[in-house]
């Protein structure tokens, strides 16, 4: 098993720019989850989706949206990148038969807006 | 406001010796608590749940108390070695919701 897998590994984009983070998971897990981690906050939950074709708000939504089509991908896109979001962005999935089960992350993306 | 705390100062301690970790929170009522560590350039990886009505978990060297009282968790690593070095992450978790609200994590270095 892979795992959670995440593309790319690293981006640099130019403020306006627009991409989409890939994650990928080959345990059949139910939840899926997207963060980024800046130092000195942590990890910051963006989105998340208890299910395909489900999605949710996070901590820090504001830039983003996500879609969950397959149950084993979940999406990041910024429509147009701000400085404000350069950052690693984790993905992580966990199983649904409790909630509050452990999070399995993914290797993380490193982007850069300039 | 909700907040969780955790040393933000980096932990240096010798091989051999216990490293104790905290992790403080105020304004949550959390039903689980989560123990992650991550290595640079890797994403978190799990360690240890404890429940609410837990006192105390312990896997080989690692062991978490959580006191729902005084609103902590402490994580302990015995015989600590090198290879523990690390940046160690908490994570809450209420009832009723799905998701987990990490806090900044604590680097810890193990000397030899």
């Known amino acids: 098993n892979a795992g959670v897998t995440q593309t790319p590994k690293f981006r640099v984009l130019k403020t306006g720019q627009s991409m989409t983070l890939l994650c990928a998971q080959d345990m059949n897990h139910e939840y899926m989850y997207w963060y980024r981690q800046d130092p000195g906050m942590g990890l910051r939950l963006i989105h998340y989706s208890v299910g395909e074709g489900t999605t949710a708000k996070g901590e820090v939504p504001d830039g983003y949206n996500v879609s969950r089509l397959k149950k084993q991908n979940f999406l990041l896109g910024l429509e147009s990148a701000a400085p404000s979001q350069t950052s690693v962005y984790f993905c992580?999935?966990?199983?649904?038969?409790?909630?509050?089960?452990?999070?399995?992350f993914g290797p993380g993306t490193r982007l850069t807006v300039l | 406001s909700q907040k969780i705390e955790q040393n933000s100062e980096a932990l240096n301690i010798q091989e051999g010796k216990t490293a104790t970790l905290t992790c403080n929170y105020t304004n949550y009522s959390p039903a689980y608590l989560q123990w992650y560590r991550q290595d640079p350039g890797r994403g978190p990886v799990f360690l240890l749940l404890?429940?609410?009505?837990?006192k105390e978990k312990r896997k080989e060297r690692l062991k978490v108390t959580f006191d729902t009282t005084l609103k902590q968790s402490l994580f302990h690593i015995t015989a600590s070695q090198p290879a523990d070095s690390a940046t160690y992450l908490c994570?809450?978790?209420?009832?009723?919701?799905?998701?987990?609200?990490f806090g900044t994590g604590t680097r810890l270095k193990v000397l030899a």
């Open positions: 404890i429940r609410e009505n837990e």
């Open positions: 994570a809450l978790h209420t009832s009723g919701t799905y998701k987990y609200i």
């Open positions: 992580a999935s966990s199983n649904g038969l409790a909630n509050y089960n452990e999070q399995f």
